[in-house]
C-alpha cells in the first residue's frame, strides 16, 4: 500500500520555466490537498479538490494550477515558475470530512533559480 | 478558520511526559482538533483526533476540556525519535496549518 506518492522528489528551474507536480493516492480518498512549506513555517494550502470534479483555492494560490484528473490523481502546476515558489511541496489526501486526518505524500522539494 | 496558539519550542528529556498544550478560543461547533508530526524532510503524520473530552491511543492522548478552547497533547515517556514539530489544528473540511511547537527531546 502506497498511500500518496509525488513526483518529481528534487526539481531544479530557471525562472520562468513551467512544470507540473504530480501527486496519486491509492486510498480512494474523495478529498486531496497542495501545500507548501518554507524554511522553519508551517504548512500553507495553495489548492485543494473536496472530491473529483472539484478545486477550490486555499491561502496561496496564486502562481499556480490545480487539475483532479481523476479519483486517484491531483496535479499542481507552476506556469512561469518564480524564485519565491522555491520550496518543499506536500501532496495529502483525506476520505473527507472533519473527522479524518490526512496522508500526506514525501514532498517535492523544488528549487527556482 | 480557528485560530490555534501553542508554544513555539519545548525541551524534555528522554522518560518524561511531554503536554504540549494548544489554544482555541474561536473554535466553531462542527471542527475538530487534530495534532500531526512532522520529522524534518518528511511529510507531516497524523497522531490524535478528537472533539472532546479525552481521547487516546497507542501513541499519545489528547485532552479536551468541556469548552473546547484549549487541547492538550500528552506523549508518554518521550524517547530521542520524538524531537520533531507538533501542530495543533482546528478544523473542519479543510485544515490551515499554523507554525507548529519544536519539541526537542533530550538524552
Known amino acids: 500500500n502506497a498511500g500518496v506518492t509525488q513526483t518529481p522528489k528534487f526539481q531544479v528551474l530557471k525562472t520562468g520555466q513551467s512544470m507540473t507536480l504530480q501527486c496519486a493516492q491509492d486510498m480512494n480518498h474523495n478529498s486531496m490537498y497542495w501545500y507548501r512549506q518554507d524554511p522553519g513555517m508551517g504548512l500553507r494550502l495553495i489548492y485543494y479538490?473536496?472530491?473529483?470534479?472539484?478545486?477550490d483555492k486555499g491561502e496561496v494560490p496564486n502562481g499556480y494550477n490545480v487539475s483532479r484528473l481523476n479519483k486517484r490523481e491531483f496535479s499542481l502546476r507552476l506556469e512561469s515558475a518564480a524564485p519565491s515558489q522555491t520550496s518543499v511541496y506536500f501532496c495529502?489526501?483525506?476520505?473527507?470530512?472533519?473527522?479524518?486526518?490526512?496522508?500526506f505524500g514525501s514532498g517535492t522539494r523544488l528549487t527556482v533559480v | 478558520l480557528a485560530k490555534t496558539t501553542q508554544p513555539i519550542s519545548m525541551d524534555s528529556y528522554e522518560g518524561q511526559e511531554v503536554n504540549i498544550t494548544c489554544s482555541h478560543n474561536?473554535?466553531?461547533?462542527?471542527?475538530?482538533i487534530t495534532w500531526y508530526q512532522q520529522f524534518p524532510s518528511q511529510g507531516p503524520r497524523f497522531i490524535i483526533q478528537?472533539?472532546?473530552t479525552k481521547v487516546t491511543n497507542e501513541v499519545a492522548s489528547l485532552f479536551i476540556p468541556a469548552d473546547r478552547k484549549s487541547s492538550t497533547l500528552s506523549l508518554p515517556r518521550v524517547s530521542l525519535s520524538d524531537t520533531a514539530v507538533y501542530y495543533c489544528l482546528v478544523h473542519g473540511d479543510k485544515i490551515i496549518f499554523g507554525k507548529g511547537t519544536r519539541l526537542h527531546i533530550l538524552p
Open positions: 478528537g472533539y472532546k
Open positions: 495529502a489526501s483525506s476520505p473527507g470530512g472533519a473527522d479524518y486526518g490526512y496522508t
Open positions: 474561536n473554535i466553531a461547533t462542527n471542527d475538530y
Open positions: 479538490s473536496a472530491s473529483e470534479g472539484t478545486t
